[in-house]
């Protein structure tokens, strides 16, 4: 009777033993799905996470990886770009790297090329804003109606000859007479001589694509065409570096960039006054040979470069201006 006791106890050992068993395989199979082996969660590498990212590390699942959220500053800059005249450039430079300083997500890229190049590609809208030492036709405003035309600063334009010359100042006559051709000789010129040359004059100019040019043309030349001797320079550097290097020429630059390697010529001008290129006489607006210069964007300039343009307009823009030695608006 005994026997028979124990050997129903076994029995029932073995069956509870084999549900148990059975009971673990089940939550084993539920727990890794269809058989897979769990992966632990440390194995997640903490460089996954964008740097700066606020995103808590995610779990790893069987489902696709989760998006880390996006950094709250990108560290995207805004590009904005110019082009144009090279008697506005260094206006425009100077502010840019001084704008960038305070606005490290602006990437203010500039280039030259003369007004008309300025013209055009903001025309076209290859660059954000176009510089132009000359005013806008209307022939221009007619193909571009959306253009906004704002005036940066004021300007004078140089006559200047190498320091050589012996010249103390000259008449728009003159100067007229030198451009078209009908005066070829220093000797023509009262008080003009180039000692150790046979005083040639060596014409030098800017090309078609300078505002500088125009106005020349229109203001001192009126309107007639140069002589096509004339050496034409893409620049205002250019012209300067030409005349300091060649004795016996003439040629004509912005005030902001005469330097000690040239003499620009006081003018003998209206009722015999002699009215030298300063920025005293173009703000009294005495020196005949003055103009504005401008900006230009196509339509009303926002964000960024609208910004970029009020700080120019402002008074450490208009700073940068006259430490440039151009003529400020106030």
Known sequence: MVNTMN???????????SVVAVFMLVLAAGCTG??????PATSVPATSIAAGSTTPVPQLTTAAPATTAAPVSSGKKKTIRISGSTTVLPIVQKAADQYMISHPDADIQISGGGSGVGIQAIGVRTVDIGMTSREVTKDEMARYPGFVVTT??????????????????????????????????????????????????????????SGTRTYFDETVLLKATPVNRMLEKNSNGAVVQTVAQTPGSIGYVSIGFVSKDVKALPVWYNAQKFVAPTIDNVKTKTYPISRDLYIITNGKPTGLTGDFINYILSPEGQKIVADEGYVTLG
Do not use: F, H, M
């Open 152 to 209: 940066v600063a004021q300007d004078g334009i140089a006559v200047i000859v190498n320091p050589a010359n012996e010249i103390q100042y000259i008449t728009l006559d003159q100067v007229k007479g030198i451009y078209l051709c009908t005066i070829t000789n220093w000797t023509q010129i009262t008080g003009a001589n180039v000692p150790g040359t046979n005083n040639q004059i060596v014409i030098i100019g800017r090309d078609s694509a």
């Open 34 to 39: 269809n058989g897979t082996p769990a992966i």
């Open 7 to 17: 050997a129903k106890k076994s029995s029932y050992l073995l069956v509870a033993l």
